[in-house]
């Protein structure tokens, strides 16, 4: 027993003959754990953290806070630039197996949908609470609620319509909802530079803010076709006929379902 409490004490000695011993310009201390390192280490093999002898900035804090959630680092640029000029680049690079350079579509979504409802939330005019405005105030704050509920809904079901619409052999319906969640990320990532540009327009301008919305269907409309006929393999006219399908059936569900949260907001008020 005493030999093992004697060698135990003998570490931070052990440690600091190391010190001595290393050359001044190679010792480096691991300041999370105490190992050793070499010259060579840029990450400490005992414990895994990075070793920088510089001041951290905020900047370099916030990234990695935030790395551990969203992969902040060179993943972003690969990512969000097919995702708004390579319509269904991102779903075929994974259904092909090339993941791990890209940022995970379910992680992007979420990334993507927090900037949007942020966004929108800051755009709105606040409502004077008299007696005129109060319901629209209640379900102005409903629906604040219920929209980031709604696109997670609008998800699967939006994938149900493509595989329905574009079923493949040796596709299952994952597939289909890989190609769902990029293509609502792009949605949301267009529309938010859209409120964004929108919120610095006066109202003497409000016939350019129309056009510009009107040009944000067109482009989603586009996009959709392109990433259709990319991922799925179809014809021109075979992939436009069931995009026009698809249209049918996802602007009717949307509908219904803001019908029913409508519904459902005007019964809890009454």
Request: proline share 3%; hydrophobic share 50%.
């Amino acid at each position: 027993m005493r030999c093992k409490k004697f060698s135990f004490t003998l570490q931070p000695l052990i440690l600091v003959l190391n010190l001595i011993v290393v050359n001044e310009s190679t010792a480096k201390i691991c300041k999370n754990c105490g190992f050793l390192l070499e010259s060579t280490h840029h990450f400490c093999p005992n414990c895994g953290q990075e070793h920088k002898e510089r001041i951290i900035y905020f900047k370099e804090f916030f990234i990695d806070f935030l790395g551990d959630y969203f992969t902040f680092d060179s993943k972003i640029i690969r990512s969000v630039r097919p995702l708004l000029f390579s319509p269904g680049f991102l779903t075929s690079e994974y259904l092909d197996g090339r993941r791990v350079r890209y940022i995970p579509p379910l992680r992007m979504y979420i990334f993507i949908s927090i900037f949007f409802f942020l966004m929108l939330s800051s755009s709105k005019e606040p409502i004077q609470l008299d007696g005129e405005n109060l319901d629209a105030a209640f379900f102005d704050a409903y629906f604040d609620i219920w929209m980031p509920r709604l696109f997670f809904f609008l998800l699967p079901l939006f994938a149900f319509f493509t595989y329905f619409l574009f079923r493949q052999k040796g596709r299952y319906y994952l597939s289909s909802f890989i190609f769902s969640v990029h293509f609502h990320a792009f949605v949301l990532l267009l529309f938010t530079v859209y409120i964004f540009i929108s919120s610095y327009l006066s109202q003497a301008m409000y016939g350019v803010n129309q056009w510009m919305l009107l040009a944000c269907g067109l482009i989603v409309e586009i996009y959709l076709l392109v990433a259709l006929k990319r991922v799925f393999d179809k014809k021109w006219l075979t992939t436009w006929f069931r995009l026009i399908l698809l249209n049918i059936f996802y602007i009717f569900s949307v509908a219904g379902v803001f019908l029913a949260i409508a519904v459902l907001i005007y019964k809890t008020q009454y």
